[in-house]
């Protein structure tokens, strides 16, 4: 079973922090996805990293795919309030299964 | 956008009755989904189907299965419900290309007493 670490599990900060979510495996996978989940709500998709060393940003948040793709990050510049939410990444593999990590919560106050 | 909707946002069910969890999506997508969540242990799979009556076993199969007579509509079923069921279920839907994004419905939570 391949497995995905998430680090921390929990984080608290203040508006305007910044902050780096870590996703680990021993494992290769295919690509990383990382999702979004709000209270009452499903996860959605903030990003897809299939390379190597590939490095995405969308707006505040840079995603870094390992160079073995093994492992991910997420780091996030400069924390809003409405970052609050629940983060997970998941590895996909052939038929395009995810593995998931156990995810980070992350609050952020005002 | 595509959606994903799951039939009832909160499930209250006694131990021992069969439960039915339903899930329709409109993207005609071929994969779908079955999960549960359970906190700090993040997304378990519980069956998938990739195809009308195909279906596959996931991480966490005992206790359930799962139905999928049409393309658009994927069941769940606890056959006999027990305790440590209890959880929030999510199901989920993806194109079957290499590295597509799943997408979700909004979770039940489901409570067996």
């Known amino acids: 079973t391949q497995l995905l670490e998430q680090s921390p599990k929990f984080l608290s900060i203040q508006e305007g922090e910044n902050l780096t979510v870590y996703c680990n495996s021993s494992s290769v996978f295919s690509s990383l996805q990382w999702y979004r989940q709000e209270p009452g709500e499903g996860p959605v998709l903030l990003v897809t990293v299939v390379t190597g060393g590939e490095v995405k940003k969308l707006k505040r948040l840079t995603f870094q795919f390992g160079d073995a793709r093994k492992d991910s990050s997420l780091h996030i510049t400069a924390a809003q309030p409405g970052d609050t939410g629940l983060y997970l990444c998941a590895g996909a593999n052939a038929g395009n299964m995810l593995t998931f990590g156990g995810g980070t919560r992350l609050m952020v106050k005002p | 956008d595509v959606k994903v909707t799951q039939s009832s946002r909160y499930l209250v069910k006694r131990t021992g009755e069969k439960v039915f969890l339903e899930c329709v999506q409109d993207?005609?997508?071929?994969?779908m989904f079955w999960y549960r969540q359970d906190p700090g242990l993040g997304l378990r799979l519980i069956y998938f189907s990739y195809d009308v009556k195909m279906k596959e076993k996931g991480d966490i199969p005992e206790g359930y299965s799962v139905s999928r007579e049409k393309k658009e509509r994927f069941s769940l079923i606890l056959e006999s419900a027990s305790t440590n069921q209890t959880s929030m279920y999510l199901c989920?839907?993806?194109?079957?290309?290499?590295?597509?994004?799943?997408?979700f419905g909004d979770g039940t939570r489901l409570s067996i007493l």
């Open positions: 993207m005609d997508h071929e994969n």
């Open positions: 989920a839907s993806s194109l079957v290309a290499v590295n597509q994004p799943q997408h």
